[in-house]
């Protein structure tokens, strides 16, 4: 899944369950489930990680850092930091890319995941009316 649809369902998690501790807990295991997913990335790595932080910065500023959403947002996309860091792969393998195997090519387009990621980031940074 690209770094944008794990924040914006960490996101959805996170304003869903209403509690920090529980997105923080959500956030890699849906992780895990959306890379479980047959998926395309974008070949862009400087693609993928403007979309994720541009996605947490936006939640955040919207939010509060502290925010459930914003907190499941930053939880859920975490393990892609593997990815850029070196330090963060123990033996020089991937944690959570290699050794659990749940990442899975397939059909669902990186086009198709920035489309939810927007709509559904955008459902929670937009402020809602209130109705009198």
């Known amino acids: 899944m690209i770094v944008a649809l794990h924040v ?3 996101a959805a998690a996170g304003a869903a369950s209403r509690s920090r501790l529980a997105a923080l807990l959500l956030g ?3 992780h895990l489930a959306g890379d479980r997913l047959p998926h395309q990335d ?3 790595r400087r693609l993928e990680m403007a979309s994720g932080v541009g996605g947490v910065l936006l939640l955040a500023a919207r939010r509060g850092i502290l925010d459930p959403a914003t907190l499941g947002a930053a939880a859920s996309s975490a393990p892609d930091l ?3 860091f070196p330090f963060l ?3 020089s393998r991937r944690l959570f890319h290699d050794r659990l195997g749940w990442h899975r090519a397939g059909r669902f387009s990186a086009n198709l ?3 939810l990621a927007v709509g559904i980031l955008g459902a929670l940074i937009i402020p809602r009316r209130k109705t009198t």
């Open 8 to 10: 914006a369902t960490g």
């Open 28 to 30: 890699p295991i849906l």
């Open 42 to 44: 974008f070949r862009s």
């Open 82 to 84: 593997e990815h850029v």
């Open 89 to 91: 792969r123990p033996g």
């Open 113 to 115: 995941q920035l489309l």
